[in-house]
């Protein structure tokens, strides 16, 4: 099993930036990835960015540019940089690790960009 708990939402102006953290915590030997999702009210969960084991990223497009993830593997925490942030950008955002077949969420952190 693996437990996600991030943090670091909040309330942020438009073109401000803003810093949420995930850390993993539990029994496994290793995870295959961690990454961010986020669901908007009356929107499905969407990807913003995965990070894999070997060092590779998927950004969502709306993104890119803007935010950029990063790990620390001898912590099992990763991390969303978000830099000019949108009001498209307010959502709860869900840490998610993979690890073999099983998939593991956080509770998620609400973001809200508005001035």
């Known amino acids: 099993q693996v437990q996600l708990v991030e943090s670091g939402g909040g309330l942020v102006q438009p073109g401000g930036s803003l810093r949420l953290s995930c850390a993993a915590s539990?029994?496994?030997?290793?995870?295959?990835?961690m990454g961010w999702y986020r669901e908007a009210p009356g929107k499905h969960r969407e990807l913003v960015v995965v990070?894999?084991?070997?060092?590779?990223?998927n950004y969502a497009d709306s993104v890119k540019g803007r935010f950029t993830i990063s790990g620390d593997s001898a912590k099992n925490m990763v991390y969303l940089q978000m830099n000019m942030v949108k009001p498209e950008d307010t959502a709860v955002y869900y840490c998610?690790?993979?690890?073999?077949?099983?998939?593991?969420w956080g509770q998620g952190t609400q973001v809200i960009v508005s001035s």
């Open positions: 998610n690790a993979v690890t073999g077949r099983s998939v593991f």
């Open positions: 539990g029994s496994f030997a290793s995870l295959d990835t």
């Open positions: 990070l894999a084991s070997n060092g590779g990223t």
